[in-house]
């Protein structure tokens, strides 16, 4: 089993920065993409970026121009590097993860961390 936890939420105004963490519980091998997705307020989930084990990114929608994705698996852990925030990107950010073969490949879930954008 593998569970993720989630850090760096918070309220910020626009235009400002978020840095989000997510640490999971396993050993470095045992999880493969990591990712994060978003779901705002009356919308449905959406893939903000996902990261595999040897680190390359892919990003959801328009996220690429303003979001970085990045892992240290050292410390088995994710982050969301969020710039130029919108009061639209205001939603729940979760944090997902493939396990490896280990894990047979199952889908892990965070909790969900708030990030409210607004003057």
């Known amino acids: 089993q593998v569970q993720l936890v989630e850090s760096g939420g918070g309220l910020v105004q626009p235009g400002g920065s978020l840095r989000l963490s997510c640490t999971h519980s396993?050993?470095?091998?045992?999880?493969?993409?990591m990712g994060w997705y978003r779901q705002g307020p009356g919308k449905q989930r959406e893939l903000v970026a996902d990261i595999t084990h040897d680190g390359s990114p892919s990003y959801g929608g328009s996220m690429k121009d303003r979001f970085t994705i990045s892992r240290d698996n050292a410390k088995n852990t994710v982050y969301l590097q969020m710039d130029s925030l919108k009061p639209e990107d205001t939603a729940v950010y979760y944090c997902?993860?493939?396990?490896?073969?280990?894990?047979?490949?199952?889908?892990?879930w965070g909790q969900g961390t708030q990030v409210t954008v607004s003057s």
């Open positions: 396993a050993n470095p091998f045992s999880v493969a993409t």
């Open positions: 997902h993860a493939y396990g490896s073969r280990l894990l047979r490949g199952r889908e892990y």
